[in-house]
């Protein structure tokens, strides 16, 4: 089971945007310290409680000051951007990360965001869909002419800078809808879970697998569960600590909410327009009950995660440790004790030997 780490970036009150991104990476710096596998960054656009239009960017900043953690955006919005464009970007990332890059793609979910860029949300999937298969095209060096529904393409030369992972950067991607899960599951691709309930997350696994295996390949775990998480040095203190910026963080699901009674998220969004309000709806004790969230002292957080790997076929755990507009003297402080006290206590769940990426689809 691999460690991820979901950096999100909020900004902090009386705080600069450079500041920000200053200690952005150097979370990632810590991270590698205390041994974390993957760290992921995210896309937003016009989101002030979320400024980071590109992952990218934010990747290679952090590959000049790292030497073994691995990167992934997470992810990608494929139809806010040209498919060759999204995979020469990705060839560059391979080549400044050496080889340490994996290829997080999605579709988008805010509509503010399909709105700034006059996409229609609608067609999202049939857009992810034909972008994917034209990345994996220019990956396969191969001179081609893409006339499609959204796109063309004229490859008449190799990609440059060549990939240094073969064939390509292993891709990852967020699913949580059937339609999604099954098409991750017919290209063998990893997939995240954003704060799935534990039994959700057991029946979409076994739906992957049973598809993962319809189509040839080996069944073999293919699961990110993302989860918020606060390490203190008691269970109470922990609790104290984390509470408002846990709160504060899980208004997430507030604004989605209102997108959905807004009539803004479209029918191919049905499962987040039924998602959203039901963990809007969880109390902080429902969320804490449910192991939604992982907070406490060391014994305890290592228990719950223990408890995760044991109900679920885990490829892996991508946590959130910057909750909200938490200080960021409180998220090293939390990422240290994780490091010093919670990972000996899990050490025989996590799979050190060999390359940390999950293989290329």
Do not use: C
Not at 212 to 237: C, F, K, N, T, W
Request: glycine share 6%; no cysteine; aromatic share 10%.
């Amino acid at each position: 089971m691999k460690l991820a780490i979901w950096s999100t970036t909020t900004p902090r009150p009386n705080s600069t945007h450079a500041e920000m991104f200053r200690r952005q990476l150097e979370e990632v710096e810590l991270a590698e310290r205390i041994g974390i596998d993957q760290i992921w960054f995210f896309e937003h656009h016009l989101n002030p409680t979320g400024p980071v239009p590109s992952p990218n960017l934010l990747i290679a900043a952090a590959a000049r000051t790292t030497s073994r953690i691995r990167f992934a955006s997470m992810v990608n919005i494929l139809p806010f951007r040209h498919p060759l464009l999204v995979a020469e970007e990705a060839a560059m990332l391979d080549n400044l990360t050496e080889g340490r890059f994996d290829m997080g793609l999605g579709r988008g979910l805010r509509p503010p965001e399909f709105a700034a860029f006059g996409v229609d949300q609608q067609q999202s999937r049939e857009m992810f869909v034909e972008s994917f298969d034209i990345i994996r095209r220019v990956f396969s060096d191969e001179m081609f002419e893409h006339r499609g529904k959204y796109w063309t393409v004229r490859k008449d030369a190799p990609l440059a800078p060549p990939l240094v992972q073969r064939p390509h950067p292993p891709f990852l991607v967020s699913a949580q809808s059937e339609e999604t899960l099954r098409w991750a599951a017919r290209h063998d691709i990893p997939f995240a879970q954003i704060d799935s309930l534990a039994e959700q997350a057991r029946d979409a696994a076994a739906l992957y697998r049973d598809v993962q295996m319809a189509h040839g390949h080996a069944p073999a775990p293919r699961l990110y569960l993302m989860r918020e998480i606060y390490v203190g040095e008691s269970d109470a203190q922990a609790r104290a600590e984390a509470e408002p910026w846990m709160l504060q963080q899980w208004q997430l699901w507030n604004r989605y909410t209102q997108f959905t009674r807004g009539g803004e998220l479209p029918e191919s969004y049905d499962f987040w327009r039924r998602q959203a309000p039901m963990l809007h709806a969880m109390g902080f004790e429902e969320t804490v009950a449910n192991d939604m969230v992982i907070l406490g002292g060391s014994e305890r957080v290592a228990e719950i995660i223990l408890r995760l790997a044991g109900q679920l076929d885990l490829m892996g755990l991508a946590l959130i440790f910057k909750l909200g507009a938490m200080p960021y003297d409180m998220v090293e402080r939390s990422m240290t004790l994780f490091g010093e006290e919670v990972m000996p206590r899990i050490r025989h769940v996590l799979n050190r030997v060999g390359d940390a990426a999950p293989r290329a689809a």
